[in-house]
C-alpha cells in the first residue's frame, strides 16, 4: 500500500512565460478524503420499549466501554413503584371481577323480573279501571240503597219500641194498680225507644257521611287509583326496560374496564421484566447509539448514573458482542459518491498516529442519497497488530477514484464551453494563438484531463 504523500496528484510544470503552460504526460489520479467512524457489524440497541411505566430510575449501571460477560448486570432500575402499581392493579382486578360477576347477575335477574313486574302493572291498571267502573255502575248506588236501608231499618225499629210501648203503656193504665214487674217492664220498654232513638240519630248522621263524604272520597279514590296505576303502567313500559338497557351498558362498561386493567396488568408485568437488563454475550458496554450509521450520544447519557433515570423509548447505549467485527462507516457527499465504486481501496488514518496507515475496501455505498443528501459508505479494513479498532473513534480516509499513469492535464479554467464545445487555446509556431476543440476527462479541484485534442509538447494559454 502506497504512503499517504504518494496520493498528492501531480502537478503540471509552467515553462515559458505567465498565462503559457507547456504540456507534458503525466501521471494522474483523484483522491477523496472522507470522515469516517469505526463501527461493529453487529450491535444490540438498548432501549426501554414500555407500555406504560414511564420512570426507570437506574439503581446501578455497568460503566461505558466496559467489558462484561454473559449474565452481567448492565443496568438495574428501582422496582418499589412499580411492585406497588402491579398489587393495586390485581386488587383492582379482583374488585372489578366481582362487580362485574354481581352486575352479571342483576342483569339476569332484571330480564327475567321485568317482563313480571310490567304484567303486574297491566294487571293493576286493568282492576283499577275496573274496580272504578264497577263503582260508578254498581257499587255507589248500592251503597247508596244500604245507607238508606240501613236509616229506614232504624226508623222502622223505633216507631215498633214507641207502638210496643203505647201498647203497654195502655194497657198498664187499666189497671188500678201497676205492679213491680209492670213498672220494670214498662222501664225496659222506655231504654228500648232511647236506644232505637240514638241510633236512629247515629244512622242519620252515618247516612249523610256515607251520600256526602264517604262515597264521593270512594269515587275520587278509585279515580285516584286507575289513573295512578296507568301512570305506573305507563312509566314502568319505558323505565323497565330501559333499566335493562342501562343495566347491559353497566355490565358492558365494566367488562371493557376489567379488560382494560387486564391489560394494565399485562403491560406492568412486561414493563416489570424490563427493570433488569443483563448482557446477552460476552462483549463490550457503551453509552450512546448507532443510528443511520453514526455514534449518537447527545445529553440523554448525562442522566445515566445512579440516581439518573434512563429514557423511555429512546435508544441510550448499545451493546456489542465480543463477536462483533470492525466497519468503518463514512457518508461522501454526492459528488464523491458518484465516482466511488465497490471494491475500491484506500487507506484510514486514526488521529494521533498518522503514522499508521489502515488498508481499508470500499465494501457498498447507498446508491440513494440520504435526507442530508449524503450517501451512507461501508468500508471494510485491515487492522494492524499494534492498534486496536474501538467502536465510535473517529477516522480519515483517503481513497482514490481515478488513475492515469500517463495523462495531459490543463488547469480546468483554461478550459471554455462554446458553440464546438469543449475548447482550448494553443500556441501555435508562429506565435498566434487559436482554439482547440478538446475531449475533457476527469476533474479534480484544479485539473482536469485531456483525453483527445491535446499532445504533449503544446503550449496553452492559461486565463
Do not use: C
Request: zero cysteines; proline letters at 5%.
Amino acid at each position: 500500500m502506497a504512503r499517504i504523500h504518494h496520493l498528492i496528484p501531480a502537478l503540471i510544470v509552467a515553462t515559458a512565460h505567465s498565462g503559457e503552460l507547456t504540456l507534458e504526460m503525466k501521471p494522474f489520479f483523484i483522491a477523496h478524503s472522507l470522515d469516517a467512524t469505526a463501527l461493529p457489524d453487529a450491535a444490540l440497541p438498548i432501549r426501554i420499549d414500555a407500555e406504560a411505566w414511564n420512570t426507570f430510575e437506574i439503581v446501578s449501571i455497568a460503566a461505558h466501554g466496559s467489558a462484561v460477560k454473559k449474565g452481567d448486570a448492565l443496568i438495574a432500575f428501582k422496582t418499589e413503584k412499580i411492585d406497588k402499581k402491579l398489587a393495586d392493579t390485581k386488587q383492582a382486578i379482583a374488585t372489578a371481577t366481582l362487580t362485574l360477576a354481581q352486575a352479571d347477575l342483576d342483569l339476569a335477574t332484571l330480564e327475567k323480573s321485568v317482563p313480571e313486574q310490567l304484567a303486574r302493572l297491566k294487571r293493576a291498571a286493568a282492576e283499577a279501571a275496573e274496580e272504578l267502573e264497577h263503582f260508578k255502575k254498581t257499587a255507589r248506588n248500592s251503597a247508596e240503597e244500604s245507607a238508606g236501608f240501613d236509616l229506614k231499618r232504624r226508623e222502622q225499629v223505633l216507631a215498633s219500641f214507641k207502638e210496643e210501648l203505647k201498647q203497654l203503656t195502655k194497657m198498664y193504665e187499666a189497671d188500678d194498680a201497676t205492679e213491680e214487674t209492670e213498672e220494670i217492664i214498662l222501664q225496659n220498654q222506655l231504654d228500648d225507644v232511647e236506644a232505637a232513638e240514638f241510633a236512629l240519630r247515629m244512622e242519620i248522621l252515618n247516612h249523610k257521611r256515607t251520600i256526602d263524604v264517604g262515597l264521593p272520597r270512594k269515587l275520587t279514590a278509585l279515580t285516584q287509583t286507575r289513573d295512578d296505576t296507568a301512570l305506573s303502567l305507563d312509566k314502568g313500559a319505558k323505565d323497565l326496560p330501559r333499566s335493562v338497557e342501562l343495566k347491559k351498558l353497566e355490565v358492558a362498561v365494566l367488562k371493557t374496564g376489567l379488560e382494560r386493567d387486564a391489560k394494565a396488568l399485562a403491560d406492568l408485568e412486561k414493563d416489570r421484566s424490563l427493570f433488569d437488563i443483563k448482557a446477552e454475550d460476552d462483549g463490550i458496554f457503551y453509552y450512546g447509539a448507532i443510528e443511520d450509521g453514526k455514534w449518537t450520544t447527545g445529553d440523554l447519557i448525562k442522566t445515566l448514573e445512579p440516581g439518573g433515570a434512563a429514557p423511555v423509548g429512546i435508544t441510550f447505549a448499545t451493546f456489542i458482542p465480543a463477536t462483533a467485527k470492525p466497519l468503518i462507516q463514512a457518508f461522501p457527499d454526492q459528488a464523491t459518491a458518484r465516482v466511488l465504486t465497490a471494491g475500491a481501496e484506500g487507506i484510514a488514518i486514526v488521529p494521533g498516529r498518522e503514522d499508521i496507515s489502515i488498508p481499508v475496501s470500499l465494501k457498498s455505498i447507498a446508491a440513494t442519497p440520504a435526507p442530508d443528501l449524503t450517501h451512507p459508505a461501508t468500508f471494510s479494513a485491515t487492522w494492524p497488530e499494534n492498534l486496536n479498532s474501538a467502536p465510535g473513534q473517529s477516522l480519515q480516509i483517503r481513497i482514490v477514484s481515478h488513475n492515469n499513469d500517463k495523462a495531459i492535464t490543463v488547469p480546468t479554467k483554461a478550459l471554455v464551453y462554446g458553440p464546438k464545445g469543449w475548447t482550448v487555446e494553443i500556441k501555435l509556431a508562429d506565435g498566434k494563438t487559436e482554439m482547440r476543440s478538446v475531449t475533457r476527462g476527469r476533474s479534480d479541484a484544479e485539473k482536469t484531463e485531456i483525453t483527445s485534442g491535446l499532445e504533449a509538447g503544446q503550449v496553452i494559454i492559461v486565463p
